[in-house]
C-alpha cells in the first residue's frame, strides 16, 4: 500500500512537467502563487515576492559568510538560484531537499546550467528526515512545503536538528482561520478536505497550532504575516477551471492531475471564504 512519501512523489512526479508549462509561475519558472504585495506592479516581482522576504530576514542574521541555507521542498531550486544571486556578499551555500526524483533532477540541471554546483545543490530526500553528515544550516525556508509534512510536529522537529543555535525558520504555507473552527456548512467542510486531498496535504493547521508546535520544537516567534489580500484570485482561468470542476468533480476521474486542479480550486473557494490563510511566518532557535 503506498506511504503518504509515495503520494507526494508521485503527485510532483507527475505534475512538476505541467506546473512548469501551465502554472501559474510558467512563465517565470516557479511553481508557486504569485503575491502583489504592497509596492508590486510586475508580474516578475509578485513571483519572488516571498523569496524577497527570506532575502531580508537573511540580511539580518548576524553571522559570517558563508551562510548556510536549507530549502525544505525545493521544487525547482528557483529560490536557491535567486538568493544566490542577491546574496552575493554573503557567500550563500545553499542545500535544497525534494522528495520528486523528476524535481531533483531538474533543480541540479538549472543549478549547473546557471554555473552554481559549488555553491548550491538539489537532494532527492524527505526534509523530514535528512541524510546524515550535513553541516547545520543558520537558516531553512520552507515555500508552500509545510502542509506535505506528516506532521507540524516532525517539520518543526527537523527545522530545528537541522539549525545552528540562533538559527531562524521561515515557512510560507496555508493555515485555517478561526472561522474554519466554527459550524461549517458541507460545501464549506468539502473545499477543506478536497484541498487537503487533491494537494496531498494533511498538515493544513491553524497558525495558533503551528505557532504551538514551533515552540515545543525550542522555536521563538518572530513575525507573522497575512499574505492572503495580495493573492492573485478567480482569474479567468480559474474560473473557467471551478466551472470545468463543477461539471465534472462527480466523476471518478483517475490521477494526480485532476486530483491537482480540483484541489486548486477547492483552495481558492477556501481562501474566498475565509477559512484559510496564507501567511509568512518567521521563527528563531535561542542562540
Same mark, same amino acid.
Given at each position: 500500500?503506498?506511504?503518504?512519501?509515495?503520494?507526494?512523489?508521485? *503527485?510532483?512526479?507527475?505534475?512538476?512537467?505541467?506546473?512548469? %508549462?501551465?502554472?501559474?509561475?510558467?512563465?517565470?519558472?516557479?511553481? %508557486?502563487?504569485?503575491?502583489?504585495?504592497?509596492?508590486?506592479?510586475? %508580474?516578475?516581482? !509578485?513571483?519572488? *515576492?516571498?523569496?524577497?522576504?527570506?532575502?531580508?530576514?537573511?540580511?539580518?542574521?548576524?553571522?559570517?559568510?558563508?551562510?548556510?541555507?536549507?530549502?525544505?521542498?525545493?521544487?525547482?531550486? =528557483? =529560490?536557491? @538560484?535567486? $538568493?544566490?544571486?542577491?546574496?552575493?556578499?554573503?557567500?550563500?551555500?545553499?542545500?535544497?531537499?525534494?522528495?520528486?526524483?523528476?524535481?531533483?533532477?531538474?533543480?541540479?540541471?538549472?543549478?549547473?546550467?546557471?554555473?552554481?554546483?559549488?555553491?548550491?545543490?538539489?537532494?532527492? !530526500?524527505?526534509? $523530514?528526515?535528512? +541524510? +546524515?553528515?550535513?553541516?547545520?544550516?543558520?537558516?531553512?525556508?520552507?515555500?508552500? &512545503? /509545510?502542509?506535505? &509534512?506528516?506532521?507540524?510536529?516532525?517539520?518543526?522537529?527537523?527545522?530545528?536538528?537541522?539549525?545552528?543555535?540562533?538559527?531562524?525558520?521561515?515557512?510560507?504555507?496555508? /493555515?485555517?482561520?478561526?472561522?474554519?473552527?466554527?459550524?461549517?456548512?458541507? !460545501?464549506?467542510?468539502?473545499?477543506?478536505?478536497?484541498?487537503?486531498?487533491?494537494?496531498?496535504?494533511?498538515?493544513?493547521?491553524?497558525?495558533?497550532?503551528?505557532?504551538?508546535?514551533?515552540?515545543?520544537?525550542?522555536?521563538?516567534?518572530?513575525? &507573522?504575516?497575512? @499574505?492572503?489580500?495580495?493573492?492573485?484570485?478567480?482569474?479567468?482561468?480559474?474560473?473557467?477551471?471551478?466551472? $470545468?470542476?463543477?461539471?465534472?468533480?462527480? @466523476?471518478?476521474?483517475?490521477?494526480?492531475?485532476?486530483?491537482?486542479?480540483?484541489?486548486?480550486?477547492?483552495?481558492?473557494?477556501? $481562501?474566498?471564504?475565509?477559512?484559510?490563510?496564507?501567511?509568512?511566518?518567521?521563527?528563531?532557535? +535561542? +542562540?
Amino acid at each position: 500500500m503506498p506511504t503518504h512519501l509515495d503520494d507526494i512523489r508521485l *503527485y510532483y512526479d507527475v505534475n512538476t512537467r505541467d506546473f512548469q %508549462r501551465y502554472g501559474q509561475g510558467s512563465e517565470h519558472a516557479v511553481i %508557486r502563487r504569485a503575491v502583489w504585495g504592497p509596492g508590486i506592479v510586475q %508580474r516578475a516581482a !509578485a513571483f519572488r *515576492y516571498v523569496d524577497n522576504l527570506i532575502a531580508a530576514e537573511l540580511r539580518a542574521l548576524k553571522t559570517t559568510a558563508p551562510l548556510r541555507v536549507f530549502d525544505f521542498g525545493c521544487g525547482l531550486g =528557483s =529560490s536557491l @538560484l535567486m $538568493l544566490r544571486r542577491e546574496l552575493h556578499e554573503l557567500q550563500l551555500e545553499g542545500v535544497g531537499f525534494t522528495i520528486s526524483a523528476v524535481q531533483a533532477r531538474i533543480a541540479q540541471q538549472q543549478i549547473a546550467a546557471a554555473n552554481a554546483s559549488n555553491q548550491l545543490r538539489c537532494l532527492e !530526500a524527505d526534509f $523530514l528526515n535528512l +541524510p +546524515p553528515g550535513l553541516a547545520p544550516a543558520h537558516a531553512v525556508f520552507a515555500i508552500e &512545503s /509545510f502542509v506535505h &509534512s506528516t506532521s507540524a510536529h516532525a517539520f518543526f522537529e527537523a527545522a530545528a536538528t537541522n539549525l545552528a543555535p540562533g538559527g531562524t525558520l521561515m515557512l510560507c504555507d496555508d /493555515f485555517l482561520t478561526p472561522r474554519a473552527d466554527g459550524a461549517l456548512d458541507p !460545501a464549506e467542510r468539502g473545499w477543506i478536505t478536497t484541498f487537503q486531498h487533491g494537494w496531498v496535504a494533511p498538515t493544513v493547521i491553524s497558525v495558533q497550532q503551528a505557532e504551538q508546535a514551533a515552540a515545543r520544537a525550542g522555536f521563538e516567534l518572530h513575525q &507573522s504575516l497575512d @499574505l492572503t489580500p495580495y493573492l492573485e484570485l478567480r482569474r479567468p482561468r480559474d474560473r473557467m477551471l471551478s466551472a $470545468l470542476v463543477w461539471l465534472l468533480g462527480q @466523476l471518478p476521474i483517475p490521477g494526480y492531475r485532476w486530483r491537482s486542479l480540483v484541489g486548486g480550486n477547492a483552495l481558492q473557494m477556501a $481562501l474566498l471564504a475565509g477559512l484559510v490563510e496564507h501567511r509568512f511566518i518567521t521563527w528563531r532557535l +535561542p +542562540p
